[in-house]
């Protein structure tokens, strides 16, 4: 049981971070808003907590509390003027924004460009991980059954019915960019003291792909969706991954097939995500 | 000065081209198809492995170009047709269009592997022309002709055909497209066809110009698509012309002012602005729809 466990950590840890992101996304699209700028978030929670770990002895609260904060600040002023736009814009304007952190890490001499930072010491570890995932999954429950929670659901539905309602809509939105990117930047610093480095090529858009691929196929009709999303699809491929090579399929496009075809039969056939079959047979 | 101008219509004309298919389905059907960048990929390795058996390169085009049609319409048929009525089809459109591009670039993966894949050399003949004072690969100037060639060709079928207005008819209201008869359906397939068929030249022509093809070579050319149709306003052909010769030359400059590690960054930089001063982009539809 013991060496089961330790065979099987990292795995562990990744459903953690991977649930932790997951949620990130989720935060916009529960008020109907598909913001794609969470891996740059990521990426500045990443290095944020890389370098204060580097370059100083800060405590590690301390650290995750940073490399949660400075995406969080970074994400008002470009809410602000980015939560105007609707729908598809809205989401081409924040691919734009994160592939622009990606490029300034790529081109910052000070954290190694490309390369980036390596022997970052390893200060996650599971309890952690999970601890942040917990206070998450707690807030966003809380944030369901509150006042806010009731309009943030109005805005998804109806964006111009909820605003004639009195409600702020803008603010509202933004509230749930800078939670999501608080999330993001919090997973981003998880990841980099766990697996000891950080680099931009980490955080492309492949990465903010993965994240709502996760998001979506856990379902967004419930807060614990993205994370049943994320633990799935981290989980299966390791699994399925002897029947892949049976069949004559390398690891890496067998995960990327599975992947594509899970989010496919999904989005067609079950919209609300993974958590909805439960409600179903009941 | 010349040379740049020279180096920066070439890269845009395979731009534009790109952008061209990407925006017709956006006219069409109000939809960012994601996956276009995955037929571009996909058709550059169709052309390869023609090539690979010997066929020339003037019959390896074309055909690659009927492949990456017959792979658009399988795109609309198995991502996009079953959304069609829901009420937020369009994102969840662009998040199926997402799931088979990633089926797509697992199949190249599994096919030709992970790595870089190369045209053989003498593929195309090596030959260097004087512009005034620039000079240009015989291969360049045929880029460029060629993109010129299918774009014109796009806008005649657009204007003069009957299956253009159907097009322009549906982009336009596909309900009151249903009443006067055309078959939606059907019409939308052939956009599918013919925006998979051009962005699939474009993917050929970007395969032949760098001589390096890979499972993930659609990925940074989509970004720079999705910079040229904002440019050019959501849906206007002529806009994803103008602004893929814009970015192409915008691009070039750069690089030569600030170095090439700054290339990508124009294009975000262009799209971020575009969006937030004048969502329309350049040639866009007076009143937005959704901006």
Known sequence: MRDLFLAYQSLVAFVGINGLLALSVYATLCCGQLSLANAGFMAIGAYTGALITLHSNAPFIAVLAAAALAPALVAVPLGLPVLRLRGVFLAIATIGFGEMVRLFFVNWDYTNGAMGLVAIPQRAGLWTIWLSLAVALYLLARVRGSRFGTALEAIREDETAARTMGID?????????????GLAGLAGGLEAHYTFMVAPGGYGFARVVEMLVQAVVGGTAAFFGPVAGAAFLTVLPEVLREAGSRLGFAPGPFRLL??????????????NGLVSLKRRKA | MEQQALNGLFVGSIYALFAVGYTLVFGVLDILNLAHQAVFMLAAFIALALVAVRLPLWAALPLAMVAAGCIGLVLERVAFRPLRD????????????????????????????????????????????HVGSATASLLQLCIIGISV??????????????????????????????????????????????????????????????NSISPDVGRSVELKGLAVIILGGMGSIPGAVAAGFALGLIEVFTVAR????????VSFAVLFLVLLARPRGLFGQAAAREA
């Open chain 2, 258 to 265: 600030f170095g090439s590690s700054w290339r990508d960054g």
């Open chain 1, 169 to 181: 809509t803008t603010a509202h939105k933004l509230a749930m960019l800078v939670l999501g990117a």
């Open chain 2, 149 to 210: 060639l299918l774009m014109g060709a796009l806008t005649l079928l657009l204007a003069r055909t009957r299956l253009g207005r159907q097009i322009r008819a549906v982009a336009e209201s596909p309900r009151a497209a249903r009443v006067l008869g055309i078959n939606v359906n059907r019409v939308i397939a052939a956009a599918f066809f013919i925006s998979s068929a051009l962005g699939g030249a474009a993917g050929v022509l970007f395969g032949l110009a760098f």
């Open chain 1, 258 to 271: 599975l992947n594509g075809l899970i989010l496919l039969a999904v989005i067609l056939y079950l919209p």
């Open chain 2, 86 to 129: 829901r009420a937020d089809s369009n994102i969840s459109g662009l998040i199926s269009s997402i799931a088979v591009a990633t089926v797509f670039e697992a199949i190249a993966m599994q096919i030709f592997g992970p790595d870089i894949s190369r045209f053989s050399e003498n593929t195309f003949p090596d030959r260097i022309i």
